[in-house]
């Protein structure tokens, strides 16, 4: 799941806050046209159009067409490994890469529509689907690299890679998101959504014990 904010992190300044904004009207523009007219159909000008901008700027944003339909926000991993590495010490690996995700998911009712039609557009490509997969495997990784550099605090993740408990939270920290989104989604009238996502975390630091009969 790619997210999707303009909660700031480094670099919050306006004119990254402007560059943010015009990347999110942007990727809402190819996903909104994606989900109306097929991907295949949908053309950067189209694109640009919709989001109020030239296409010269779409390129200043994006390599290419399919990009803008797969990361929607390219800038969400960048700012949840800050987090992950500037959380108070006293706070537990999970507890860093809950708040970092919090943080990402503040608007996530708001965004749900969009969120859908996104997982909705890369299901009917099958090469869109594959690149989603690919992005979302390369935040993964990222996320366990942040976790792997808190826990060493040597500013090294060593020469195997970011190691098995990294990994581990990181997978299962992105599986708590969506089982987070896929309950709240089918029971919105219940719970606020990060209510959700906290009780889900709050499983998890308990180690997930079996619920009372």
Excluded at 5 to 32: D, I
Excluded at 55 to 83: C, K, L, Q
Excluded at 94 to 120: G, I, P, T, V
């Amino acid at each position: 799941m790619q997210l999707m904010s303009e909660k700031g992190a480094a670099g919050g300044g306006l004119r990254e806050r402007k560059k943010r904004a015009t990347r999110a009207a942007l990727s809402e523009a190819a996903v909104r046209l994606a989900a109306e007219h097929g991907a295949e159909k949908v053309t950067v000008e189209a694109i640009s159009a919709a989001a109020g901008v030239s296409v010269r700027t779409f390129f200043n944003y994006f390599d290419s067409r399919d990009e803008a339909f797969v990361v929607i926000d390219a800038d969400a991993g960048a700012r949840m490994r800050h987090a992950v590495l500037e959380a108070p010490a006293d706070l537990s690996p999970l507890a860093a890469l809950r708040e970092a995700m919090a943080a990402e998911l503040a608007e996530a009712e708001q965004q749900h529509e969009l969120w859908r039609l996104h997982a909705e557009v890369l299901h009917a490509s099958p090469h869109l689907l594959a690149r989603g997969v690919g992005a979302h495997m390369a935040a993964e990784a990222d996320l366990a690299d942040a976790i792997a550099l808190r826990l060493r605090g040597d500013g090294d993740t060593g020469g195997d890679g970011p190691g098995l408990y990294p990994r581990l939270l990181a997978a299962v920290a992105g599986a708590a998101v969506r089982t987070s989104m896929d309950h709240w989604s089918a029971h919105q009238e219940e719970a606020a959504f990060l209510d959700v996502f906290h009780e889900v975390f709050t499983l998890l630091a308990a180690g997930l014990p079996a619920p009372s009969a």
